[in-house]
């Protein structure tokens, strides 16, 4: 790859000021400078920008504990996306959110640059499972677990069974956690709209094989460990690819 469009790639600015960094003998690729911005460099070459290592990996993989108030966007011109809580150099390398969750809704959200896992964990037909801590505004019973294990006609679909495991419940407010293989618009919202409940907070704690890290609170995140990677992978059949 070209060193200039690496460094673009990777967020440290536009071609035009990349270009400019290079030419003023900042950039250093394998300890020896280079003032070409065209040069052809490997892609696990080791790059310095006045000394500094620069990380060049193009695959990332981020979960992200998302807060209420931003969008699940890649890019929105009025309101605050999810990106704006990562360093701009995950967007300039295409890493995107895998699915969505409502404005209102919290917890684990997997952003990456890999398009075809990203497909295959969204694929109804893989059935990724996915987890949700819901509080609702009045009391749940054995009657809406087996309204949600028989699953819901939602008007414009059928959802498919999903388990509803009951925490606490009270006359004004009860918690539960929904496991659904679905990710409709407003899926679980629709769900506790059909029997009668309505959704206050919505958080969500697993994604198929990740689940939210205790550590991480609204708004941080950090990268998939290897063996993370590695198990969404093989939850979506690619792990003989690598
Ligand atoms: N279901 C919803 O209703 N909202 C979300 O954000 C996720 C699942």
Not at 59 to 65: D, F, K, P, S, Y
Not at 74 to 103: H, I, N, W, Y
Not at 171 to 180: C, G, I, K, P
């Amino acid at each position: 790859m070209r060193l200039d469009r690496l460094l673009v790639t990777v967020g440290l600015g536009s071609r035009t000021q990349v270009q400019r960094l290079i030419r003023s003998g900042a950039v250093a690729v394998d300890g020896q400078t280079l003032r070409d911005p065209g040069s052809q460099i490997r892609e696990d070459a080791a790059v310095a920008v006045s000394g500094q290592a620069v990380d060049t990996r193009q695959e990332r993989h981020i979960l992200l504990n998302k807060p209420a108030g931003v969008l699940t966007a890649a890019r929105d011109s009025r309101q605050e996306t999810v990106m704006s809580l990562l360093p701009p150099a995950f967007t300039s390398l295409g890493c995107m959110p895998v699915g969505r969750l409502d404005k209102d809704t919290t917890g684990l959200l997997l952003l990456t640059t890999d398009g075809e896992m990203a497909h295959r964990l969204l694929s109804p037909a893989r059935y990724v499972d996915k987890v949700y801590l819901a509080e609702v505004d009045g009391p749940l019973t054995a009657a809406h677990i087996e309204a949600f294990a028989a699953g819901l006609n939602l008007g414009d679909f059928v959802a498919a069974p999903a388990a509803l495991d009951i925490l606490e419940s009270g006359e004004a407010r009860a918690l539960a956690r929904v496991t659904v293989h679905e990710g409709r618009f407003h899926q679980v919202k629709r769900m506790f709209e059909a029997v009668g409940r309505t959704v206050l907070t919505l958080r969500r704690e697993r994604f198929g094989p990740l689940t939210l890290p205790e550590d991480l609170t609204a708004g941080q995140w950090r990268e998939l460990t290897g063996e993370e990677l590695a198990e969404v992978r093989r939850a979506v059949g690619m792990e003989a690819e690598r």
